[in-house]
């Protein structure tokens, strides 16, 4: 029989650094629409469309398949010729053609990015800076959630990393991935596919999964915790796992 651990409902797994100063500033991602289903039309997406549900419903399991996806996904956006992308997308280009995508997530969470990068994380302070679009609607975008840390986001601590990141949509459904690095460096990966959500985060050291919390619709959320190896590490689910117990 599994114990679940009784704690105060409503604290994610990804810590105090989520509520930053400019929280106002955090999108929120439109509501679901239960019981819409896959639909592509002849707009010149379709292979984008699709990738990103692939992506979406891919059940990562290391940091090296997220990568790949999201590569690849980054790249469709690239030459797809009926997209719309702005200066600041064929900055990143660049440096996705020289270093590869990672690179880029890196150097958007760095304390001290280069300075090309930094623009473009000012311009995102006060809304999403679109990257990518299609008939106004956007399609990559970068977020700009303070630096990781409550106190650090208070401060604006120039030594902290960065709570920035890319979020992938489709303009024509409510999914969408947001991609990003955590505090310590590790990537962190949070899906929206209508009626379900779901975040990730993996080890800095392996690459492997490191927990993932599922919700369903207004289901409390539910939360399982891996070993560096990739292995469910018993233990922790015991006494953290499963699903949030509200205290009152």
Wanted: glycine share 8%; charged share 25%.
């Amino acid at each position: 029989m599994q114990v679940n651990r009784i704690y105060v409902y409503g604290i994610e797994p990804y810590g105090l650094h989520s509520i930053a100063i400019n929280r106002k500033n955090r999108d929120k991602i439109a509501p679901p629409v239960i019981g819409q289903t896959d639909s592509f039309t002849f707009t010149g997406l379709e292979k984008y469309e699709k990738s990103l549900v692939k992506a979406i419903r891919t059940n990562f399991k290391t940091e090296e398949g997220v990568n790949n996806a999201f590569s690849n996904l980054f790249k469709e956006i690239a030459d797809t010729h009926f997209i719309y992308k702005s200066s600041e997308f064929e900055e990143l280009k660049g440096m996705f053609q020289n270093s590869g995508f990672r690179s880029i997530l890196n150097s958007l969470w760095s304390a001290y990015p280069p300075q090309k990068l930094l623009k473009m994380i000012q311009k995102a302070e006060n809304g999403n800076l679109i990257l990518a679009s299609h008939k106004d609607k956007p399609i990559l975008e970068l977020y700009n959630l303070g630096r990781h840390g409550f106190f650090n986001a208070l401060t604006d601590s120039k030594n902290a990393p960065r709570e920035v990141g890319l979020r992938f949509s489709n303009p024509k459904q409510s999914i969408s991935a947001d991609i990003n690095f955590e505090k310590d460096g590790g990537l962190h990966l949070s899906i929206t596919d209508r009626h379900k959500n779901i975040t990730m985060g993996f080890h800095k050291e392996t690459g492997n999964i490191k927990y993932e919390t599922s919700q369903y619709g207004e289901s409390k959320p539910e939360t399982t915790y891996y070993k560096k190896d990739g292995s469910e590490s018993f233990w922790k689910n015991w006494l953290y796992g499963g699903t949030a117990v509200p205290v009152w």
